[in-house]
């Protein structure tokens, strides 16, 4: 039987007095309540989203996704986009259809690829990064000719890292040379507490998929991501999700559809970073005054503070922790070598919660 | 690369003129709309339905569905159901966490199971049925020790059938002797014209799981369906289900808990039944008026006449229907050696579509 991740157990594990560094919960305070309400009612008024649909996806989302990529200049059709039950099914759909001769990915690994990945026995390659960055020679020496690699350019998962320019331009080079097509995950591409940086396909000549989603943007119970890519490339994803699910949620999809056609999703988007920033701000200084010890970069957006506690077993601190009433998740169960690593999530728990929840750390590891 | 089943090839093809006896789908005036929106209002305005969830599904929901078991005298806990995206996903689940040793179905074989098993290589074991009943000496030479059979008892798809009373003991005792588990389907249970009949797990005394959906009583658009089982079968389908979509829409199930708890959907249920089988006498009249040579038995519920047209290919016949404006699903897709079986859908046209449809079948089979 296959284990459960520790991410999901966690989940399962946390009462309503547990402060929660693990997952990846976006704020509550921060989904566009009103404005959901106001587009699921418009949809069921006019009969929308209740219906089986095409397994590609709502013809109106696909559009209105397709024309977010056109207004960053990336030319793109509505036929190029696969709509999915969240990413986590496009990762699925993509290692069924496309990585059966394996993959090639960041260590740490991103625990819902790697998951996927194993359970469906694609043999998995990867390279070194830090919170501090890419190892362009070991990549360079693990990229082989031909299959696919799987990278998390903005603000990965869960070292929090996002890929200089350079290091795009880098990357981009050495898929190219080798014949590597790109699975880009840009699950967190919204959430840059500054400024934007390029896709990273947008420097590739090869083949390339890209990964999107409305969960840290809109709302995660809407289960709604995508894939853009070519039809080509597309084709047997769609063959693949016809049998394991037939459609996403048509209401979610209307919803969305109806979301994007009356509100400004980058206004939100603005919001939400200010929001955001703010709380990776108040975990950093928590973690500076109550956890000295603890060693890590600032990140530059999305959703986890990556760091480790020097002669410290994490896997057996989170045991300690979960008495204590914190959680978070050690770097052990992403690959990680260093047994001290550690990812805390800032997006979920308000600045007072943020703070006592590290001095429980802290007491817990006894420092 | 995998073919596209057939089904959902016509549904993409079908035009708003096209009259339509493929497919499954329900009549969207069956939806209850107005109760939706209303529940939809109440959830978002309760800030539920929009964060990541458990994925075993939302208890509330679960407690609802536990209740509507116990209410037929079936003793159910809300650990016993887990939520799927939709039933077809429940299929997927069963086929990953306990079929890989192989399954036992009827033959003709639903297309969604079948193109499941297929995909993911689990070895098919048929036994025959016809639109008049099973071939149970034909069960009992098949179903050898161990392993697991997947039925649909309740107006089987596609043949519409529906096991008596009598087989329905017969297949339970033979599956116990044999020691074989049971995995029924029981999407279209509800939708018996006159009066319900037992589960069919309900006569075994050995494994069973059982799948159930929303979708045939409240509206597809929604996924959401379930399976009913011992704790023990669920886990590894919670765990495969955690890898390829984390969990089903918050939102649907959120709608879903809370329609259930402000309406009667039995009552409802009655009249979508009526509903149907106004509808299914309209196309069994046309079918008798129009192309009086169709072989078919009338059906006590569910979706579907099924039948046959003595001398024909239906696949060919199909092909020159689409030019005609009218479509259905030969047989032959479903695994039936007899050329001119065919599947006509009765809930989704309304009374003069079925009847101008009838006629255009009519006149593309040249009678």
Chains 1, 2 share one sequence.
């Not at 547990?18 to 069921?44: K, M, N």
């Not at 059966?100 to 260590?107: D, I």
Request: proline content about 5%; aromatic content about 8%; charged content about 25%.
């Amino acid at each position: 039987m296959i284990k459960r991740s520790f991410i999901r157990e966690i989940l399962d594990a946390i009462t309503p007095e547990t402060i929660s560094f693990a997952g990846g919960l976006p704020d509550p305070e921060g989904f566009p309540a009103q404005a959901l309400a106001a587009s699921a009612a418009r949809v069921l008024a006019q009969g929308k989203g209740l219906q089986y649909a095409r397994t590609q996806g709502d013809r109106e989302l696909r559009e209105r996704i397709a024309e977010r990529y056109r207004a960053k200049g990336i030319p793109t059709d509505a036929d190029e986009i696969l709509i999915t039950t969240g990413s986590q099914q496009a990762i699925t759909l993509v290692s069924l259809a496309h990585l059966q001769e394996g993959v090639l990915s960041e260590s740490p690994l991103y625990l819902g690829a790697k998951n996927v990945f194993e359970y469906f026995n694609v043999p998995i390659t990867t390279f070194a990064m830090t919170r501090d960055g890419l190892d362009l020679e070991d990549l360079r020496s693990k990229a082989h000719s031909g299959g696919w690699a799987y990278l998390i350019p903005d603000f990965h998962n869960p070292t929090g890292y996002r890929y200089t320019m350079k290091e795009r331009e880098e990357v981009a080079d050495i898929l190219d040379e080798c014949g590597k097509g790109l699975i880009e995950d840009s699950a967190y591409e919204a959430l840059y507490f500054d400024a934007p940086m390029p896709l990273l396909f947008t420097f590739l000549s090869g083949r390339h998929l890209h990964l999107g989603s409305f969960s840290k943007q809109l709302a995660p119970g809407l289960r709604v991501g995508w894939v853009r890519g070519s039809r080509e490339l597309l084709a047997p994803m769609i063959a693949v999700k016809e049998r394991i699910d037939l459609h996403t949620s048509s209401l979610d999809q209307a919803i969305i559809a109806d979301y994007l056609a009356h509100n400004d999703l980058n206004a939100h988007n603005e919001t939400l970073r200010h929001r955001y920033k703010g709380r990776m701000e108040v975990l950093a200084e928590s973690l500076k005054t109550y956890l000295p010890q603890f060693e890590f970069r600032t990140p530059e957006g999305g959703m986890f503070i990556y760091g480790s506690l020097p002669g410290v077993d994490a896997s057996e601190l989170v045991k300690r922790c979960m008495a204590q009433g914190v959680v978070f998740v050690p770097g052990k169960e992403f690959g990680d070598t260093d047994a001290g690593s550690m990812r805390l999530n800032f997006t979920h728990a308000d600045a007072e919660s943020t703070r006592i929840g590290v001095q429980r750390l802290a007491k817990a590891a006894g420092l």
